[in-house]
């Protein structure tokens, strides 16, 4: 029930927060901002598809695809009958944003994923993946949590460390890695404002937390693992 308040208020009431603060001005257009009206177009296009087709216009992927990319919208299967065009700020338009749905079992919902984002990530990847063929192991620092660990910029020749703009608190997130040398976003700090902000959130200890962000805005966590609530702050889920 609580899903479904927050989706009827979204559209209203995150607009100043949505409203493309990611990038310097000189870059800002209109393929660059995520405008609700656009979202929303996908969204009544989506609801329509399901209720004419009995499924959802979405894109193939495997089981192991992560789950905030696992339903990609297909545009294809949208235009012309349920929406005109893609929306200029997609992908399929030249924009930044891949337009996916989240809760697809229960209540498919439009959101975004800011492929600025994915292309940092894919590119610290590959410097992390140079380091491994020339050391034969990743650049582990200190240990966050079982399997999980920073990473050591020194070791790599880094002067700085990399982070990503959040576009949920505009914040700079810093990256880690998993057992595997994989990268991934560290959304913790994000999480427990969230976790501040919706005091009368229903996540106990145990449960994956991220969806806090993913119904509270109109972004996904992309790149991001498990995490869970302990002592009223965001921990990795980890077992």
Same mark, same amino acid.
Request: proline share 6%; with cysteine; hydrophobic share 35%.
């Given at each position: ?47 329509? !598809? ?40 997609? !992908?399929?338009?030249?924009?930044? !944003? ?76 810093? !990256? ?64």
């Amino acid at each position: 029930m609580k899903r479904l308040a927050i989706k009827a208020v979204l559209w209203t009431c995150l607009v100043t927060l949505l409203s493309g603060c990611l990038y310097p001005e000189s870059q800002k257009n209109e393929n660059q901002i995520p405008y609700t009206d656009q979202i929303q177009s996908v969204q009544t296009a989506v609801e329509q !598809f399901q209720e004419n087709k009995s499924i959802l216009p979405i894109k193939t992927r495997d089981q192991e695809t992560p789950i905030y990319q696992k339903y990609p919208v297909d545009f294809k299967k949208l235009v012309p009958a349920f929406l005109q065009q893609a929306p200029g700020n997609s !992908f399929e338009s030249g924009g930044v !944003f891949q337009y996916v749905l989240i809760h697809v079992e229960e209540e498919p919902t439009v959101r975004l994923i800011d492929l600025v984002t994915i292309e940092k990530v894919k590119d610290l990847q590959l410097r992390i993946n140079d380091y491994r063929r020339k050391k034969n192991y990743p650049p582990f620092k200190d240990v966050l949590a079982k399997d999980r660990y920073s990473i050591d910029y020194d070791a790599m020749g880094m002067d700085e460390e990399p982070t990503v703009k959040s576009p949920f608190t505009n914040e700079q997130l810093p !990256f880690f890695l998993d057992e595997k040398g994989d990268v991934h976003i560290n959304y913790s700090s994000d999480l427990t404002k969230a976790i501040e902000s919706n005091p009368d959130h229903s996540y106990e200890k145990g449960d994956d937390i991220r969806d806090l962000l993913a119904d509270n805005s109109f972004y996904v966590p992309v790149a991001s693992v498990a995490y869970t609530i302990e002592n009223d702050k965001a921990v990795f889920l980890v077992k």
